[in-house]
Nanobody
Framework: QVQLVESGGGLVQAGGSHRLSCAAS????????MGWFRQAPGKEREFVAA????????YYADSVKGRFTISRDNAENTVYLQMNSLKPEDTAVYYC?????????????????WGQGTQVTVSS
């Protein structure tokens, strides 16, 4: 089992950049595929980005492609989400998710473990 703790949320101006981190407990992090999701007020939780166990494969939602980058440091048991060119519509609670398996996954049901979420607010 793995526990996930997000950090780095905050208030950012539109057009700015911000990085979220997700620290994982447990020795098996290296075997976990990881993802980021977000949920805006009044909306469903949606997929943002995913990464395979070794970082060799990544996948992005169309809404963030070219602006966000997911990466991981298996030595530090941490996955990151670098967010550039932020827009007000990126405002949401961002969740880190993980599951055993090598590839990347893009649906909520694919993931077994979730963090508590971190708020990102983009002001216009």
């Amino acid at each position: 089992q793995v526990q996930l703790v997000e950090s780095g949320g905050g208030l950012v101006q539109a057009g700015g950049s911000h990085r979220l981190s997700c620290a994982a407990s447990g020795r098996t992090f290296i075997s976990y595929a990881m993802g980021w999701f977000r949920q805006a007020p009044g909306k469903e939780r949606e997929f943002v980005a995913a990464i395979s166990w070794n970082g060799g494969s990544t996948y992005y939602a169309d809404s963030v492609k070219g602006r966000f980058t997911i990466s991981r440091d298996n030595a530090e048991n941490t996955v990151y989400l670098q967010m550039n060119s932020l827009k007000p519509e990126d405002t949401a609670v961002y969740y880190c998710a993980g599951r055993r398996g090598g590839s990347y996954y893009i649906t909520i049901a694919d993931y077994d473990y979730w963090g508590q979420g971190t708020q990102v607010t983009v002001s216009s």
